[in-house]
């Protein structure tokens, strides 16, 4: 299948637009990058997602697809040639999406009210829901992986994605509150993934450097604040 018809819409900063770009690195495809301005929205993005308005957006023949776990999933029907991103067993697949559902439904919101904690008391409260949110997946880890280095098994997959993009933002977080967040004691196994995820070759030229994002934080933590306090 042709890949010179494929554009991403999106921001290097995005944890949501970084997955579809872990994705695309694991099927090989090439694609054209259209950084996006989500202050003034560009033409392109309102048309591309009329409904939501926001980033992601996979264009596949002049046809849009929103939404990055959906995007995923579109990417892995349609490139079957490379590897497979969601597992072939129904029940693994009904599983992996389980527990993308749960990081994005649930602990995502929980992490992001951690990011723009301020105020040591603040900090304190929001990290035991995350503590206990990653504490699920770790147990999440070892029943996926089956003893393997990814949620995936043998290779990155639906469930490394999607927690995996986070990755990169979970550091900004551990060095701006002085926290640690994927600890060696209490989730060894996700501490050990961490590692291996983001040593992966469709991942360490896309994940952001972590020096870079905590400056990109700088402009948009006070921003995310201000938004929740309005």
């Known amino acids: ?4 018809c494929v554009k991403l819409l999106g921001s290097w900063a995005s944890p949501f637009v970084n997955r579809v770009e872990i994705a695309l690195k694991i099927k090989s495809i090439e694609y054209e990058f259209i950084q996006q301005n989500m202050i003034n929205k560009g033409e392109l993005l309102l048309k591309s997602n009329p409904v939501y308005k926001k ?3 996979l264009i596949h023949d002049e046809k849009p697809i929103c939404e990055s776990l959906v995007i995923l999933q579109y990417i892995d029907e349609v ?3 490379g590897p ?3 597992p072939s067993d129904p029940y ?3 599983i992996a999406r389980f527990w993308a559902a749960y990081i994005d439904e649930k602990w ?3 992490f992001r009210c951690l990011a723009v904690a301020q105020g040591e008391d603040a900090i304190k409260a929001a990290l035991e829901p995350v503590f206990d949110g990653l504490v699920l997946l770790e147990d999440a880890f070892k029943n996926c992986s089956k003893g393997k280095k990814f949620f995936g098994r ?3 997959g639906y469930v490394d994605i999607a927690l995996g993009c986070f990755l990169g933002w979970m550091k900004v977080t551990e060095k701006m ?3 640690t967040l994927l600890d060696e004691a209490k989730t060894p196994g996700l501490y050990k993934w961490a590692e291996d995820f983001c040593a992966d070759s469709s991942v360490k030229d896309v994940m952001p450097e972590t020096n870079k994002l905590a400056e990109a934080a700088k402009d948009l933590i006070p921003k995310i604040r201000a938004n929740a306090s309005s």
């Open 177 to 179: 509150n002085n926290v």
């Open 1 to 4: 299948m042709e890949t010179n």
């Open 108 to 110: 995502f919101p929980i």
């Open 55 to 57: 980033i992601p957006v």
């Open 84 to 86: 497979s991103i969601l």
């Open 92 to 94: 693994d697949r009904a």
């Open 154 to 156: 043998d290779k990155i």
């Open 79 to 81: 490139w079957i040639n």
